[in-house]
């Protein structure tokens, strides 16, 4: 099976802790503090690898971690940091939180390299918490935890016109013969099993994305055939070439087959049924145009195939939609389809089709209940923030981001912590110290 979705589970590094030492020197009675600091966690990346063109990878190997950050040492020595790990996935590939099926980052578009998890921060060594009070301080900061996240990967194809249609209309048949595609053709069903795509050149210098996609049938929108594996990879297309088989070769009315498919459309993204979509009354080579028979009035009856045409462009020509006759096989009416299409695609928004981010990983993670305490260090004077939750929830944000920053004083106001230092007195400008970092206070 074509693999254009995985599981897997990603962490980022642990930040290394910070160290607690002090100098020993010969003839040096009492040495200051020397502990060195944690080295940072490594973080993980998205890259886009433009020769990829399956997610299969991550079908064998499903974890995959970042180096954790060194511990630091005596004599003032940093911990190595982690090793980054940049995950490689084909264009189009859309990251997705496992449980809650939010989008974290569509990869495609200018969208080439995405960091998801940054690694933990290395804590500070104890020689950034000597003092004036405190020469010989026996704290330092542990490294911020590593963060893990379970992803749903899905690669959803970018082109700009998307080929539907029932199993073996001749979609494929179509591709080949007007772009540098080699999709396999047979005469069976679901010949195609994975999308492939093809670059159109018109003369005249215009020249877009073709996709096609395997065979549709009824019940593909609830998972029927292979059902969501194809409609996903056309929901990016802008246009539609819809094609059917006007010969009625295999037996079935066409008009039915724009039925069923229309109907799976809809079921499956109301959204779809909204683009343009152009009929390719496909196979009209096999249509004889010699009668099968006479009336007894003299007028001549023809194969259904014969009629089939005209009754295509009968019912849905007043319902706006453009319907051409052509072989793909003899390419007969396909330099006009083709035009057609770009004219089309002319008129459109030029910028893909981008899904939005709905999960931040740097703000969407479990805030726990564990407690906290807030006080007042008169030595210092500075108001002092620490507790487990908030060490934890510290460890996972990122303060350097602007957005990070935001979420962080909101979860110090959300959770009632800017009110206790009110109550203590905090007036504008004094200090704040949470683990080693040092905020002047703002309304
Ligand atoms: N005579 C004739 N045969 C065609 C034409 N187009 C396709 N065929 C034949 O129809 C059969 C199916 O063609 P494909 O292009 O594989 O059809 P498909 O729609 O891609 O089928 P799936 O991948 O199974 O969905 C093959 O035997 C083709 O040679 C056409 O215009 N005329
Ligand atoms: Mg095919």
Same mark, same amino acid.
């Given at each position: ?10 962490? #980022? ?29 490594? #973080? ?25 950050? /060194? ?28 449980? #809650? ?6 990869? #495609? ?35 911020? +935890? ?32 007007? @772009?540098?595609?080699? %999709? ?10 994975? +999308? ?17 996609? +395997? ?5 593909? @929108? ?31 009315? %066409? ?12 079921? *499956? ?46 019912? *849905?020509?007043?319902?706006? &939609? ?6 793909? *096989? ?11 299409? @770009? ?12 899904? /939005?981010?709905?999960?931040?990983? /740097? ?11 807030? @006080? ?28 990070? &920053?935001?979420?962080?004083?909101? &979860? ?32």
């Amino acid at each position: 099976m074509f693999a254009d979705r995985a599981q897997i589970y990603i962490r #980022s590094g642990k930040g290394g802790d910070g160290h607690v030492s002090f100098r020993r020197e010969k003839y040096v009675p009492d040495g200051g503090p020397d502990g060195g600091d944690g080295g940072d966690g490594g #973080s993980v990346f998205f890259v886009v690898d433009e020769g990829m063109n399956t997610l299969s990878d991550y079908r064998h190997i499903r974890k995959y971690k970042a180096g954790d950050g /060194e511990d630091g040492g005596k004599r003032n020595c940093r911990g190595k940091n982690g090793e980054d790990i940049y995950l490689k996935v084909p264009k189009g590939t859309v990251i997705k939180e496992l449980t #809650s099926g939010k989008v974290i980052a569509d990869m #495609s578009g200018d969208n080439k390299e995405y960091r998801i998890l940054k690694g933990g921060r290395g804590g500070n060594g104890n020689q950034h918490y000597a003092t004036s009070t405190m020469q010989a301080p026996k704290y330092a900061q542990p490294g911020q +935890p590593a963060r893990e996240l379970n992803l749903f990967l899905e690669l959803k194809v970018i082109a700009d016109v998307g080929l539907i249609g029932f199993p073996n209309v001749g979609k494929s048949t179509l591709l080949s013969s007007c @772009s540098n595609a080699k %999709p396999e053709i047979a005469n069976y069903h679901f010949t195609t099993l994975s +999308p492939h795509l093809g670059v159109v050149d018109l003369s005249g210098g215009s020249s877009f994305v073709m996709a096609d996609i +395997p065979g549709i049938i009824e019940g593909a @929108s609830e998972g029927v055939g292979l059902g969501f594996d194809f409609l996903r990879h056309i929901e990016r297309t802008k246009v539609f070439i819809h094609v059917v088989d006007a010969s009625g070769s295999e037996g079935r009315d %066409p008009i039915e087959d724009i039925e069923t498919i229309h109907n799976e459309l809809k079921k *499956y993204n109301p959204e779809l049924l909204k683009r343009p979509i152009i009929i390719a009354a496909n196979k009209i080579d096999i249509i004889s145009d010699e009668p099968v028979d006479i009336k007894d009035d003299g007028e001549f009856v023809y194969s259904e195939g014969y009629y089939n045409v005209q009754r295509i462009k009968d019912k *849905y020509e007043p319902l706006g &939609f453009k319907v051409f006759p052509i072989s793909s *096989y003899t390419k007969q009416g396909v330099n006009e389809l083709l035009y057609h299409v @770009s004219s089309v695609l002319d008129t459109l928004d030029k910028t893909p089709v981008v899904f /939005e981010q709905e999960y931040d990983p /740097e703000v969407n993670f479990p805030v726990s209940d564990e407690p906290y305490t807030v @006080s007042f260090d008169h030595s210092e004077n500075e108001y002092v923030v620490e507790g487990p939750r908030i060490e934890k929830m510290l460890g996972y944000t990122n303060l350097d981001s602007e957005k990070g &920053f935001a979420f962080f004083q909101n &979860f110090l106001k959300d959770n009632g912590i800017l009110d206790e230092l009110e109550a203590l007195g905090i007036k504008e400008g004094d200090t704040v110290r949470i683990y080693g970092f040092s905020f002047e206070y703002l309304k």
